[in-house]
Structure formats: C-alpha cells, structure tokens
C-alpha cells in the first residue's frame, strides 16, 4: 500500500512540474510573436528587464528600428520586453521611457 501511495505522489509531481514547464513554454513562444517598432530615439538598457529602475542605457535605438521581443515582463509599475538587437546582442526597453510601438499589440 505504501508504494502505491508514493507512485500516485510521484505521479502527480511529475505531472503537475510538466503542466507547469508547458504553460512557461508557451508564454515564452507567445512573447517571441511580438516585434518593437522604435518610433523615436529610444534607450536600451542592459541585461533582461529585472524591474522598472532604469541604470544607464547602453545603445540609443534610431527611429525605424524593429526589434524581436524575446520575452515581455509585467511589474507593478512598468512593463519591460527583452529584446535581440540588430548586433545580435540582447537587452530590454522599459515601456514608457522612448517611443515604440509593439505589433502585435500588447493587452
């Protein structure tokens, strides 16, 4: 009996970190749909988005720009999107601090 138990409990593990790991999965590949259009000089910031303060920027984006988001964060004040730029290097745009627009739009 007590085996059985342990099964069923390592079953429901297993299962409930797999439910888990797919849901992240797809809202990663949900963020990966979406792409930045920079419409004025827009600063990028190091590292991924970790929060709504903003250190110095390390590029200044022209306008006409189109980024690929790699993964969009929501927080309590901001939202931030990490994203590939045209170097192949990666960094995140704090939305509200330049002027972008994302396609498809953000809801």
């Given at each position: 009996?007590?085996?059985?138990?342990?099964?069923v409990v390592?079953?429901?593990v297993?299962v409930?970190?797999?439910?888990?790991?797919?849901?992240?999965?797809?809202?990663?590949?949900?963020?990966r749909?979406?792409?930045v259009?920079v419409n004025s000089?827009?600063?990028?910031?190091?590292?991924?988005?970790e929060?709504?303060?903003t250190?110095?920027?390390i590029?200044?984006?022209?306008?006409?720009?189109?980024l690929r988001?790699?993964?969009?964060?929501?927080?309590?004040?901001?939202?931030t999107?990490?994203?590939?730029?045209?170097?192949?290097?990666?960094?995140?745009?704090v939305?509200?601090?330049?002027n972008?627009s994302?396609?498809?739009?953000?809801?």
């Amino acid at each position: 009996m007590k085996k059985v138990t342990i099964r069923v409990v390592l079953l429901v593990v297993i299962v409930g970190l797999c439910a888990i790991f797919a849901m992240w999965a797809n809202d990663v590949h949900q963020d990966r749909k979406h792409v930045v259009i920079v419409n004025s000089k827009t600063p990028i910031f190091g590292g991924r988005g970790e929060g709504c303060e903003t250190p110095t920027p390390i590029f200044l984006v022209q306008p006409g720009a189109v980024l690929r988001v790699r993964r969009i964060r929501y927080w309590k004040e901001c939202a931030t999107l990490d994203v590939k730029l045209p170097d192949r290097a990666s960094g995140h745009i704090v939305l509200g601090i330049g002027n972008v627009s994302v396609r498809p739009p953000l809801h």
